[in-house]
Every structure is written in C-alpha cells, then in structure tokens.
C-alpha cells in the first residue's frame, strides 16, 4: 500500500485527498496524508467577503478532522519547513500553542508520492514599503485582520468627528491592483459601510466619509475580461463612489499614504495589495526547476521536473498548455488538476501517464451584494459569451455551491444553501463588531 502525501489544504488539496479518500483511501489502496498548517479549509476566492464582515468564517470553514474522517485520508496539522527527496519524506515544524509553548515537536512523514498543493502568497513586485505597511488576503487571519482594521478605523473617524464637532474625518481605503480581488473587496466594502451606518455601527456619512480608491497599472480593471465587461464595471462601482484610477503604477507605499510613478499621493488609513500572485518561498527550496514567481514547472502529467514522485497543482505549479498556453493561477484550474490527479494516483501506475488538458471556463466577477459580470466560455465550442445583471450574480453563487458539492456531494451541499439562506434572513448582511 503506497502512502500518498498531500501538503496543502486549498481547493484543490482537499478536494483532492477527498477524492482519493474516497476511491484508494477506503478501498485500501492507499494511505492518503493532507497535511495543513491551520486546523480547517476556506474557500480562498470568498477571502474577500470575510475582509468585508460579509461572512463568518468559522462558520463556513470546512474542518479537516471532520473531512478526513468522513472521507477516507488522515489530517496532519503542522507545516512544511523541507523535503528531502532522496528519502521521501517531508519534515514538519513543531506545532506551538499561543503562548509558545510546544505542542507537538518537530517530525517526518514518509512519502511514495507527494503532491505539492502549496496555493499563492502575495507578489509586492519589489515596491519599497509595500511588505511592511500593506494588508493583504492570503488567507483567514489576514482577511479578519483587514476586517478588524476597518471596523476600527470607522469607529475612531466617527469618535473624532464628534469630538472635534463636526470636523471631516475620513476613512481611506486604498487598494492596489484592480483585478478580481480587489473589484469585489472594493464592491463589498462600499456595502459593508453603508450597512454599518444604517445599524448605527458608526455616525460616518459612506459616501463622503468612507473613501475607497483602486489603483491598476493597467489601463483597464479585470484585464481578463472583455474590454466592455471591464468598463462596466468601473462604471459601477463609480456609481457606488469608488474612485478608479488606472494607468497607475504603484512607486511606494507609507504607513499613511501611498505614491504613484508620477508623484502624486493618496491618504490612506488601510492599503490593501491585490496586484499580483506568486509561489510560497519554500518551492525554491526543494530542488525542483521553478519559475520567476518560484512555481514548480511541472510535466504534461502534472510530474515535477526531475522528479517522478513529486507532483504540483494549483497556484504553486507552472503548467504550460500546449494549446491554449500558461494555465492561469485560479481556483478552476486547481479543481480540474485536483479531479485529473485523483484518477492518476488512484490508478498506481497500471496505466499510461496520461496528459492534463486545462479547459477555461470562464470567469466571474462580483460587484457586490447585487451584482456581477463575467464571461462563459465552452458552453458550445469555443463560443464566448458576456453575462451580467442576475444571471452573473446567480451563475457567481453557483461557483461557490460547485466547490461544496466536491467536497460533501449534492445533498450536504443542499442542505447547507437552505442553512445559509436562512442564517442571511435572520442576520444583518455584515458583522457589526
């Protein structure tokens, strides 16, 4: 019975220790190891809504224990810190509580295939001051961390506008890089501080005193999408007084206000860095062939470079299409490679390696409680196709609704929409503390 080891709890980690739970893990073919450094899974594309108090994590967070014991592979809580691949095994940090002291010590786990599922962390692209005074939304604690700023920040601006009588008071949101991440956060914090103020949360007027800008380097926002899609967006969020600036390149960043390449200077009570990806620093350090942004290249059957145990998927892996090209950093493109590699690795060998074929679906983008733009594409053919209005923001939720449906199957995915439904009926839409 081989052991296969997965590092990396995101979408497509899990989904795919579940899959193969399922098939090898039960059936005994295969002792299937995830391994994780936090305790539960969040859905990485929805960061963005914790950051805003729109959702709850600990609410939504999938537990590893519980997915492992209802699925076949064990959990191991702890995170990577090498891997040696002459002896197959990995070797894991001890485990420390809050306070420092020492949970579980350092150890190994042996592997005979190790699957690499290590996502992203945030590209600063060398900007001075932008490591040390940017928030970013790599994962959960960073998300509520921004949360928590913001709330702060509106509840100090408030407190001195009344202090000081009346005198202006404001609350500068900038955030850098107008792609997906930085559109729906925008989006969702306009509605938080409008939701906030209706609540009595904070005495700030939203639309004069909570002042969100997004500054693109490009001349465009989602420069994925379609040029019209890209401009109605802008317009959109225009609407809800967001302020977009394109053709904008960042030069620095303070701890209060931002620089552009052309000197001019934005206050800012939060900045938040949405401009670009790149692979954890510990994928350099295993000895496998990597890219500029330190993604592990990976062959046609998803194999590292040089080394036919070790396979890499997801965000952390550099995998070029001979058709359709690089293979882009989102959540599709782990889905499928996790759905690829468990019919692989479950296989053992006994079949010809077989090659992944990335298919792009499409993407979507949410603009608030309300609304979305996006395109589909390979509904018939190649034939694209731009959605927004209801049916976007429809076609967006579903997206999340696939995700679960991986992970529990249709009808615990069922189940927890009616939950949720509910819970949003009963609820005021953001957290008010």
């Known amino acids: 019975m081989q052991t296969i080891v997965i590092v990396g709890g995101g979408a497509g980690g899990l989904e795919l220790a579940t899959r193969l739970g399922d098939s090898a893990g039960k059936a005994g073919r295969a002792r299937v190891l995830l391994v994780d450094r936090w305790p539960a899974h969040f859905w990485k594309p929805l960061l963005h809504t914790v950051a805003s108090g729109k959702r709850d994590p600990h609410v939504t967070q999938v537990d590893y224990a519980a997915q492992a014991c209802e699925h076949g592979f064990e959990f191991v809580r702890g995170e990577v810190t090498g891997v040696d691949r002459s002896a197959r095994c990995i070797t894991l940090a001890p485990l420390l509580a809050d306070d420092g002291a020492e949970l579980v010590p350092a150890r190994s786990l042996a592997y005979d295939k190790l699957v690499l599922a290590l996502g992203s962390v945030t590209n600063f692209f060398g900007v001075p001051g932008a490591s040390e005074h940017v928030l970013t939304l790599d994962d959960v604690p960073q998300a509520e961390a921004f949360r928590q700023r913001f709330m702060d920040g509106c509840l100090q601006a408030s407190s001195r506008n009344a202090a000081s009588g009346g005198a202006e008071q404001t609350v500068d949101i900038v955030i850098v890089g107008g792609g997906a991440t930085g559109v729906e956060l925008a989006a969702e914090l306009s509605h938080s501080a409008r939701t906030l103020a209706r609540y009595k949360v904070h005495a700030l007027d939203p639309q004069r005193d909570v002042r969100i800008r997004i500054l693109e380097r490009g001349s465009l926002l989602l420069p994925h999408l379609h040029p019209r899609l890209s401009k109605r967006a802008a317009r959109h969020l225009r609407s809800l007084g967001i302020k977009v600036f394109t053709d904008t390149a960042v030069a620095s960043v303070s701890a209060?206000?931002?620089?552009?390449?052309?000197?001019?200077?934005?206050?800012?009570?939060?900045?938040?860095?949405?401009?670009?990806?790149?692979?954890?620093?510990?994928?350099?350090?295993?000895?496998?062939?990597?890219?500029?942004?330190?993604?592990?290249?990976?062959?046609?059957?998803?194999?590292?470079?040089?080394?036919?145990?070790?396979?890499?998927?997801?965000?952390?892996?550099?995998?070029?299409?001979?058709?359709?090209?690089?293979?882009?950093?989102?959540?599709?493109?782990?889905?499928?490679?996790?759905?690829?590699?468990?019919?692989?690795?479950?296989?053992?060998?006994?079949?010809?390696?077989?090659?992944?074929?990335?298919?792009?679906?499409?993407?979507?983008?949410?603009?608030?409680?309300?609304?979305?733009?996006?395109?589909?594409?390979?509904?018939?053919?190649?034939?694209?196709?731009?959605?927004?209005?209801?049916?976007?923001?429809?076609?967006?939720?579903?997206?999340?609704?696939?995700?679960?449906?991986?992970?529990?199957?249709?009808?615990?995915?069922?189940?927890?929409?009616?939950?949720?439904?509910?819970?949003?009926?009963?609820?005021?839409?953001?957290?008010?503390?």
């Open 256 to 433: 209060h206000e931002v620089r552009d390449t052309e000197g001019s200077c934005y206050p800012s009570t939060i900045t938040l860095w949405a401009a670009g990806v790149e692979a954890p620093a510990i994928c350099a350090s295993f000895g496998l062939q990597v890219n500029r942004l330190r993604q592990i290249v990976v062959e046609p059957s998803l194999k590292a470079l040089g080394d036919a145990h070790i396979y890499a998927i997801g965000d952390c892996a550099s995998f070029v299409c001979p058709i359709r090209g690089t293979v882009p950093p989102r959540a599709q493109a782990a889905h499928q490679q996790a759905m690829f590699l468990a019919e692989v690795l479950a296989c053992d060998g006994q079949t010809k390696a077989p090659v992944f074929a990335y298919r792009d679906y499409g993407s979507l983008v949410s603009l608030g409680p309300l609304a979305a733009v996006g395109m589909l594409r390979g509904a018939v053919g190649e034939r694209k196709m731009q959605v927004g209005g209801a049916l976007a923001r429809v076609l967006y939720a579903l997206m999340y609704r696939k995700h679960l449906m991986a992970l529990h199957g249709f009808v615990r995915m069922a189940a927890q929409t009616v939950v949720d439904w509910i819970q949003d009926k009963l609820s005021p839409s953001v957290k008010l503390h």
